[in-house]
Structures are given as structure tokens and as C-alpha cells.
């Protein structure tokens, strides 16, 4: 056994305060990585500093052309607000797909990216679509934000409070699911922005996390159509090889998972 404090932060301010006091603390959002992980001993926080009541940072906001999501807000309000799913579809439809019912009512989408799961969804969405995470200390850009399997940009102590979507003019999400983890065997997200940028990002793929697929990008920047991939071979190189696929079908599947992205995209 050892000991853990539980601390329910009141606001971004108190939960910073309450980590640093920790000789060995962690944030809790959903728990739905955090917990499973100190249950088997891979991880024994002196402090957990939970951030998932925290008022200002929950809920979904739609102002002009930016959609900003709060990092406390679960999978389950992201997939079913209704001002998001006329906005940007494509995003809803993506918290929609994540884990199981129970995950998708505690795991935040701030917790997701903190954690960088290789094969999680959210990081697909935020580097298509050259999201900005906003912390308690400043703002990342999606390209900046991603540094390899579980590994971010965070330091220390420091808290993602939301993240901020510019809308794009389409938009499309395609995963094939694990069948029993429902966590992406390859998933790919596709968006094309107002001013014509098309951006691909594809997760569960790379051995480096989350990637941008720029014969895809090229392809559909010429023709947003499926068809247009149709003549597209992703290179393996660099793709994950496991029991659950080999580097070429994960390559493969990158293409197919574009196409019915787009095809989802409009
Ligand atoms: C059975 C199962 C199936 C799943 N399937 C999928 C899936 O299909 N797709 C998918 O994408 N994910 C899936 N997940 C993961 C799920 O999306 C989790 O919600 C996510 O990994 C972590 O979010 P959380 O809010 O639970 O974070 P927690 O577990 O509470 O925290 C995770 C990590 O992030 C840190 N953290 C949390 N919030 C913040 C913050 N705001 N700022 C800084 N650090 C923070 C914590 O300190 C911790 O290190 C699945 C999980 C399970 C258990």
C-alpha cells in the first residue's frame, strides 16, 4: 500500500497551488488512464489534484469561426453538443466514437491529450485541424504540441485549461476500431480550411504518435474527392508493427480511412 492525497481543486489557480505543494503529484481529469495505471503500480502520486469540478474549465463554446473546447469537458459533452455538432460535425462525431459509454462519461479530452496514447483520438482532430492547447502558462500550436508516444509539450505542473478549433470549411473523421478497446487500429482525421489548406493527420499509425500524411494532404488539396486516393500508397516506413497489424496494412489502412473521412466530410 502507499498513501495518496485527494485533492478537489476549486480553479486553475488552486489546482496549480495544490501541485506544487505535492513532493510527487499528478492531475486527475476523468481517470480513465490515470487510475488503471496507479492501480497496477506504474504510477504512486503522492498527491492526485483533481480537475474535473473546476468550473471555468468545462463546456463547449462556438464564437465565429472558433470552437473552444474546456479540457475537464468529457468525450460524452463534446459528442453531444448540439452547437458543435452543426459546427464542426466532424469533431462531435469523433468524442462519439471514443472507448465505451462509462469511458466516454469520465475522460476528458484535456486528460487525452496530456497523455498522447499513441492510438487516441483527439490528437488526430487537433493536428488536422491546427487546433491551439491553452494552458495555465501559455499557447501551443498543434505542431509544437505532440512529441512522441505519450510525450507532450507539457512541463511540469503545467495544466491545459482548454483548446481552441479554428472551423474549417469540411471536415471528416474515420476510425477502425480495436474490437475490444474501441481504441484506433488507424484513425484519420481530414480537413480542409476556409482558405482551401488541406491538413491530414493520422493516429494509431506512426511509431511516433499521432502524424501528418502529406501524400494525402497534396492529393486532396488538388481534388477533395475519395477517388482521388484511390491511386495513393502511404509508405510503412516508421509504422507501428504489432499483434494487431503490421506496419503495410496500418499503411493501408491510413488510405482507406481518408477516403471514408472524406467521403464523411462531404
Ligand atoms: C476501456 C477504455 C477504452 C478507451 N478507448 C479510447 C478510444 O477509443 N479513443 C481514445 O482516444 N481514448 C480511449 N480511451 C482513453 C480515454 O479517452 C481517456 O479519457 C483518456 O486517455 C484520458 O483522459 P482522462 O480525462 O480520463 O484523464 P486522466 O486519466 O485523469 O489523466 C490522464 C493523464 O493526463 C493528465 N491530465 C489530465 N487532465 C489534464 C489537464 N487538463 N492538464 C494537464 N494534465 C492533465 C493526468 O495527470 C494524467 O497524467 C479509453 C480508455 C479506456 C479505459
Redesign the pocket.
Known amino acids: 500500500m502507499y498513501e495518496t492525497h485527494y485533492h478537489r481543486a476549486s480553479s486553475v489557480e488552486d489546482a496549480a497551488a495544490l501541485f506544487a505543494k505535492g513532493s510527487d503529484a ?12 496507479m492501480k497496477q503500480r506504474l ?1 504512486a502520486p503522492t498527491d492526485v489534484v483533481d ?2 469540478k473546476i468550473p471555468a ?1 468545462i463546456g463547449v463554446e462556438v464564437s465565429g469561426d472558433t470552437v473552444t473546447i474546456k ?2 469537458t ?2 460524452y459533452d463534446v459528442a453531444t453538443n448540439t452547437a458543435l455538432q452543426k459546427t464542426l460535425p466532424a469533431l462531435a462525431h469523433l468524442a462519439g ?4 459509454p ?2 466516454r462519461y ?10 498522447n ?1 499513441p ?4 490528437p488526430a482532430a487537433v493536428l488536422a485541424l491546427n487546433a491551439t492547447v491553452k ?1 495555465n502558462k501559455r499557447s501551443i500550436s498543434a505542431e509544437d504540441f505532440f512529441k512522441g508516444l505519450f510525450t507532450t509539450a ?1 512541463e511540469d505542473g ?4 482548454a483548446v481552441s478549433f479554428p472551423v474549417p470549411a469540411k471536415a471528416g473523421y474515420a476510425k477502425f ?2 474490437p475490444a ?4 487500429l488507424t484513425g484519420v482525421f481530414v480537413a480542409k480550411s476556409k482558405s482551401g489548406d488541406v491538413r491530414v493527420a493520422a493516429t494509431g499509425a506512426s511509431q511516433n504518435g499521432v502524424m501528418r500524411v502529406p501524400s494525402i494532404e497534396q492529393a486532396l488539396k488538388a481534388n477533395w474527392s475519395a477517388s482521388a486516393l484511390d491511386g495513393i500508397k502511404v509508405s510503412a516506413d516508421g509504422l507501428m508493427s504489432d499483434i494487431h497489424g503490421a506496419a503495410d496494412y496500418r499503411a493501408n489502412l491510413i488510405k482507406v480511412m481518408a477516403q471514408r473521412a472524406v467521403t464523411e466530410a462531404g
Open positions: 499528478k492531475f486527475l481529469a476523468g481517470g480513465q488512464t490515470l487510475l488503471p495505471v504510477a480537475l474535473a474549465m479540457a475537464a468529457t468525450h466514437m471514443i472507448g465505451d462509462a469511458v469520465r475522460g476528458t479530452i484535456g486528460g487525452s491529450l496530456a497523455n496514447d492510438a487516441a483520438d483527439y494552458t507539457l503545467e495544466i491545459i485549461t476500431r480495436h478497446s474501441r481504441f484506433a
